[in-house]
């Protein structure tokens, strides 16, 4: 199969997506794989792209990192057969030779980082390309239609679960209900902890518990102390960071998984008489993307998302710039 690709692309920098071919490739090579895109989910890092938040992108542009499709032509080396429904991430590839690498700590390569959608075509088309080593086995319980947010989303809240222990005992904070959110929720529930829900709407606790919460707290109000072993800070607004410090427990640990726009500013304090500790988490390894693809699988962990056709890519991103997202939207692109 060798057909030109359709995708949506930005073909000026600020410019809208707009209905585009991409010329024919040749035959794979290597690990490389060709997936037939069957889905993709918008994500917040393709609003940064477009946007030229993280400097210019090579046009024209095709944003889409969070795919399910289904592997249509191989290389050699390829781990995938033809015909393997496969989920892909934001992470393409790496180089398999620096620390990070040779530790099974890839998603920290330090060889070059090689993104979904960055320097190469994303998800917004109807084929895309990827090492094959970064392509994922779909387990076959999780629906396909509705998973592609798993593959950045799931796995951004996920790897810090998994880093920091977090099981039956534990107890986790979530700060923010949007689309990281709700499924940090999901997942620290799956696991066993003893979840809050951090967020300024108290209109959500009936949507938090749903989740897996045992409460919503405002997150404008007066905050509990010593309540949360790990906190997860999924929002990008800049917090009054020791206000929130004080809802760790001893040694617990404030991970950022959003990204505020201000450097943070902590009080000693709590890092040196409690031994908190603050810390940030991206994406994860292809093994723990593994484990969380089984524990979605198992345990029924799926993303809330709302569903548009791929020829409403502009509606569906401009719905995620600006919050109206119900809470991931997906476009259907095929299959
Ligand atoms: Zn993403
Ligand atoms: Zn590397």
Redesign the pocket.
């Given at each position: 199969m060798n057909t030109p690709i359709t995708a949506y692309a930005q073909l000026a920098p600020g410019g809208a997506l707009t209905r585009t071919t991409l010329p024919e490739r040749a035959a794979p090579e290597g690990h490389d794989v060709d997936v037939e895109v069957h889905h993709c989910s918008v994500c917040h890092s393709d609003v940064h792209l477009l946007d030229g938040d993280w400097g210019a992108q090579a046009m024209p542009f095709v944003p889409g990192h969070e795919v399910i499709g289904r592997v249509v032509r191989r290389g050699p080396l390829a781990p995938h057969a033809e015909g393997a429904l496969v989920g892909v991430g934001w992470q393409a590839g790496?180089?398999?030779?620096?620390h990070?690498?040779t530790t099974q700590r890839?998603h920290l390569?330090?060889?070059g980082k090689l993104r979904t959608c960055v320097g190469r075509h994303g998800g917004f088309a109807t084929s895309l390309r990827v090492d094959g080593r970064f392509a994922f086995a779909l387990p076959a319980a999780l629906d396909p239609s509705v998973a592609a947010p798993l593959l950045c989303a799931g796995l951004t809240v996920f790897s810090p679960l998994e880093r920091f222990a977090v099981g039956p005992g534990t107890r986790v904070g979530v700060v923010g209900l949007g689309g990281l959110g709700h499924l940090a929720v999901r997942f620290a529930s799956a696991l066993g902890a003893t979840v809050v829900a951090f967020d300024p709407d108290l209109t959500k606790t009936p949507f938090a518990k749903q989740l897996g919460a045992s409460d919503l707290v405002d997150a404008m109000g007066a905050l509990p102390t010593n309540a949360v072993d790990v906190l997860l800070v999924t929002t990008h607004a800049s917090l009054p960071w020791t206000r929130w410090m004080s809802v760790l427990d001893l040694e617990g640990t404030l991970c950022l998984i959003g990204v505020p726009a201000a450097p943070l500013t902590v009080s000693v304090d709590p890092l040196l008489d409690e031994q908190k500790k603050v810390t940030g988490s991206v994406i994860g390894s292809p093994a723990t993307m593994r484990r969380m693809l089984e524990l979605s699988a198992a345990k029924g962990v799926e993303p809330i998302i709302e569903r548009l056709p791929l020829d409403r890519a502009q509606e569906a991103v401009t719905r995620v710039r600006e919050g109206r997202a119900r809470l991931r939207v997906v476009l259907d692109v095929a299959g």
């Open positions: 790496a180089c398999g030779r620096c990070a690498c890839e390569c330090t060889g």
